[in-house]
């Protein structure tokens, strides 16, 4: 009890926060699971999303394991990132993806192979008034990857030194060196001795009937660059698997659709009707996000076919923080976005279980946090 009470006010005094039910507009909502997790960021004019949500669940594992909060550095794991992007563009002869854009896995091989830094030693900004941009890191990056496969000069010894000098330019240059709290590290030193982070405890799962269920394979979406492998779950045992993490004190890395017109941060919700929107009248569409309604029920065959024809879309990676339920019973996730404090939940929304469901393209959780009976079916 001791040290929840110190938690709390070293939580207090870092200015992160722990989120409480809040109630929209139509509903009432009741508090079932909470993580304890850091303030809201905001990812600005960047893809980077993914190195955001992951960046926050790592925080919140940090808190978990009952160590001081610590503002990790986005910018950092998206800098190492764009170097092993470049370097994949390179040698898949530019026939690979090269953008902004990223999954959560992206963050842990950066933890693995380079380590981590606190936000105070590299925030990724050139000019500190301005907001995150990429769009002109990404174009020029590119155009000099495309510049040595024109030349068929592909990978030349200094190759890596060309990348680095373009990062430099945008996102200032990484220290070698950095002081944290009196003491002198390195991002290798800081990311094993202040963090204790273990990058293997770390499992991402997936849901979908073109691949054998129990068995990892590489996910065919845009963004995922890196080839990562996911465990391929029947979706309910995926939900399953959410709600087991939740319960237990473990908050989830999410990846998936925000395409969908029932995703509203505007409206704090994130709901599938249970008739489709070309079918719903005007007033019906306006009504949606006023009080609890009917939602569709998802099978895995209707989210195959969402895949399948592009309706189910890697859009957008963000943080599972909890879980309520309104008035009528039924679940929603909470979820931490990377927008800032934008909408009715101050950059929180919640996402029914339909929604979960249909939209879910992928999550990232403590290896701890998967049910027993899931962990033996693995293979």
């Known amino acids: 009890m001791k040290l929840k009470i110190a938690l709390l006010f070293i939580l207090l005094a870092f200015g992160f926060s722990i989120l409480r039910a809040q109630s929209l507009k139509g509903f009432q909502f009741e508090e079932l699971n909470k993580v304890a997790v850091t303030s809201i960021k905001n990812q600005e004019r960047t893809g980077t999303c993914w190195s955001y949500s992951c960046t926050s669940f790592l925080e919140s594992e940090l808190i978990r394991m009952g160590k001081e909060p610590i503002d990790l550095s986005e910018m950092y794991s998206a800098r190492q990132t764009y170097l092993k992007k470049a370097e ?44 995150h941009d990429h769009s002109a890191l990404e174009k020029a990056l590119k155009n000099y990857a495309d510049s040595l496969l024109k030349n ?37 030193s800081f990311a094993k001795e202040v963090t204790g982070l273990n990058p293997e405890d770390y499992i991402s799962f997936t849901s979908f009937s073109h691949h054998p269920f129990y068995r990892p394979f590489v996910l065919e979406v845009p963004d995922n660059f890196s080839h990562g492998m996911f465990f391929n779950l029947p979706i309910d045992e995926l939900t399953q698997l959410a709600d087991n993490a939740l319960k237990n004190g473990f908050s989830i890395e999410w990846d998936g659709d925000v395409s969908d017109r029932g995703f509203s941060p505007r409206n704090g919700l994130a709901v599938v009707p249970e008739i489709d929107w070309a079918e719903l009248g ?34 957008h990676l963000m943080h599972l923080t909890g879980i309520v ?41 403590h290896r701890d946090a998967i049910p027993a009976a899931i962990m033996e079916k693995l293979r």
């Not at 945008?170 to 590290?185: A, D, I, M, S, V």
């Not at 996000?289 to 195959?304: G, H, M, N, W, Y």
């Open 152 to 188: 068929k000069n592909t990978m030349p010894e200094n190759w890596l030194a060309g990348a680095s000098k373009i990062l430099d330019t945008y996102l200032g240059e990484l220290p070698q060196e950095f002081e944290y709290k009196g003491k002198k590290y390195t991002a290798e």
């Open 88 to 131: 994949r563009y390179l040698r898949f002869q530019g026939k690979a993806n090269f953008s902004e854009g990223g999954l959560g896995h992206d963050v842990i091989n950066v933890l693995e192979e380079f380590g981590a830094m606190p936000e105070e030693a590299f925030d990724g900004k050139i000019d500190p008034e301005a907001p």
């Open 282 to 315: 005007k007033e019906d569409q306006k009504n949606l996000f006023k009080a609890p309604i009917e939602e569709k029920e998802v099978t895995q065959s209707l989210r195959q076919k969402a895949f399948d024809t592009y309706t189910l879309t890697d859009d």
């Open 325 to 365: 339920k309104d008035q009528s019973g039924k679940k929603y996730y909470v979820v931490k976005n990377s927008w800032g404090e934008i909408g009715p939940l101050d950059g929180y929304l919640y996402m029914s279980e339909a929604y979960f469901k249909l939209g879910t393209v992928s999550i990232l959780v």
